[in-house]
């Protein structure tokens, strides 16, 4: 059984054919929105942090929205395997014996940061001249703005009747802001799909940006204050930017990801016409197989509902047991990449 799919679009697998699989084919690296769905490739996300780009010399732009965001924040690190280690721990260990309030998952989640950055308190990210680190948040407008639930349901409610229609409307709900090293060739510095602000990334706002990057409206409350934006309500970048639709135009994009199709921002899961593909004929997608996603424990990835579906120690057993399973993920790309053989696996997406 083949667990790890190999998917190009069409300039990824001509430079792939002509070149390899090589890790200097990639610019940029992509980290997908999608909650504790990243537990079930967290194999090959560590694999790919410490050992393929170990060596990395020229600079490698990444772009992450929620838990995405935290994992690229860990392969920014001095160490990526031992924050990425932290990361499993503190997310898995999350504890809600009842219906938790929206404040009380924000102070969990902003404690597994504080974890996550480790003992440099993520001054090592900043300083990383290799991996550019770009975190999308997203600043709520007129209703969306609400400090009361009716309110923001409503807002939220609106968001997606428009989106239907046009997702060029999130514009008129939700602002992109990309926190960032601010470097000049960076592909994430002049979007214009959706309307977009550029803030600059320091040791000050770090962690007040990745709280915001993974605080899901309704469920977390929002960040008012991030060093260096405009005030606001921030919110969860996956409003915008679930899986990404966006032009990438320098050399190929690297995407671990856990499904092989992309829904362009979090409004778009259920839309199953609105998949992005066009911006992606220079990537190459990593996504683990239909049969290997069928093995694992209850026949899926972890998800967000495994909160409400399943206890505390029950959940957990299963997270880590996904996580263990996702070690397969890695094996299979290490392999074929001693081989060689990556022309035998590739797909055309």
Same mark, same amino acid.
């Given at each position: 059984?083949?667990?790890?799919r190999f998917?190009?679009?069409?300039?990824a697998?001509?430079?792939?054919?002509?070149h390899g699989?090589?890790?200097?084919?990639?610019?940029q690296l992509?980290?997908?929105?999608?909650?504790?769905?990243?537990?079930?490739?967290?194999?090959l996300?560590k694999?790919?942090?410490s050992e393929f780009?170990?060596?990395?010399?020229?600079p490698l732009?990444? @772009?992450?929205?929620s $838990?995405?965001?935290?994992?690229l +924040?860990c392969l920014a690190q001095?160490d990526? /395997? !031992?924050a990425?280690?932290?990361?499993?721990?503190?997310?898995?260990?999350q504890r809600y014996e009842?219906?938790p309030?929206?404040?009380v998952?924000?102070?969990?989640?902003e404690a597994?940061i504080?974890?996550i950055?480790?003992?440099q308190?993520g001054q090592?990210i900043?300083?990383?001249?290799?991996?550019?680190?770009?975190?999308?948040?997203?600043?709520?407008k007129?209703?969306?703005?609400?400090?009361?639930?009716?309110?923001l349901?409503?807002?939220?409610?609106?968001t997606?009747?428009?989106?239907?229609?046009?997702?060029?409307?999130l514009?008129?709900?939700?602002?992109?802001?990309?926190?960032?090293?601010q470097?000049s060739?960076s592909?994430?510095?002049?979007?214009?799909?959706?309307?977009t602000?550029?803030?600059?990334?320091?040791?000050?706002?770090?962690?007040?940006?990745l @709280?915001?990057?993974g $605080?899901i409206?309704?469920l977390? +409350?929002?960040?008012?204050h991030?060093?260096? /934006? !405009?005030?606001?309500?921030?919110?969860?970048?996956?409003?915008?930017?679930y899986?990404?639709?966006?032009p990438l135009p320098?050399?190929?994009?690297?995407?671990?990801?856990?499904?092989?199709?992309m829904s362009?921002?979090?409004f778009d899961k259920s839309?199953s016409?609105?998949r992005a593909?066009?911006?992606y004929?220079?990537?190459?997608?990593?996504a683990?197989s239909?049969?290997?996603i069928?093995n694992?424990?209850?026949?899926?990835?972890?998800?967000?509902?495994d909160?409400?579906?399943?206890?505390s120690?029950s959940?957990?057993?299963?997270?880590?047991e996904?996580?263990k399973?996702s070690?397969?993920l890695?094996d299979?790309?290490?392999?074929?990449?001693a081989?060689?053989?990556i022309?035998?696996?590739?797909?055309?997406?």
């Amino acid at each position: 059984m083949s667990a790890l799919r190999f998917i190009a679009g069409p300039t990824a697998f001509k430079a792939i054919s002509e070149h390899g699989l090589t890790p200097d084919l990639f610019n940029q690296l992509l980290a997908a929105s999608g909650g504790p769905k990243w537990l079930g490739i967290a194999g090959l996300d560590k694999y790919l942090f410490s050992e393929f780009f170990k060596n990395r010399k020229q600079p490698l732009y990444t @772009l992450g929205a929620s $838990s995405g965001a935290w994992r690229l +924040a860990c392969l920014a690190q001095q160490d990526p /395997l !031992a924050a990425y280690q932290r990361l499993e721990k503190f997310y898995i260990g999350q504890r809600y014996e009842s219906k938790p309030s929206p404040r009380v998952v924000s102070e969990q989640v902003e404690a597994i940061i504080q974890q996550i950055l480790g003992p440099q308190g993520g001054q090592d990210i900043v300083d990383n001249s290799i991996i550019r680190s770009h975190f999308v948040v997203c600043r709520a407008k007129h209703l969306n703005r609400s400090n009361h639930r009716l309110g923001l349901a409503a807002g939220l409610a609106t968001t997606a009747m428009t989106n239907i229609i046009s997702r060029r409307s999130l514009g008129w709900h939700f602002e992109r802001v990309v926190v960032s090293h601010q470097d000049s060739d960076s592909p994430f510095t002049a979007l214009e799909d959706l309307p977009t602000k550029q803030a600059l990334l320091n040791k000050h706002n770090l962690s007040q940006t990745l @709280l915001a990057s993974g $605080s899901i409206p309704l469920l977390l +409350a929002p960040v008012k204050h991030i060093s260096g /934006l !405009a005030a606001g309500h921030y919110y969860d970048g996956g409003l915008t930017d679930y899986h990404f639709d966006l032009p990438l135009p320098k050399g190929l994009t690297l995407y671990p990801h856990f499904y092989p199709h992309m829904s362009p921002g979090w409004f778009d899961k259920s839309l199953s016409w609105r998949r992005a593909k066009n911006n992606y004929h220079n990537a190459l997608i990593l996504a683990p197989s239909r049969e290997h996603i069928a093995n694992l424990p209850y026949g899926k990835i972890p998800d967000r509902e495994d909160f409400s579906a399943l206890s505390s120690a029950s959940r957990m057993a299963y997270w880590r047991e996904s996580v263990k399973w996702s070690e397969s993920l890695a094996d299979e790309f290490a392999k074929l990449l001693a081989s060689g053989n990556i022309m035998q696996k590739l797909e055309r997406l």
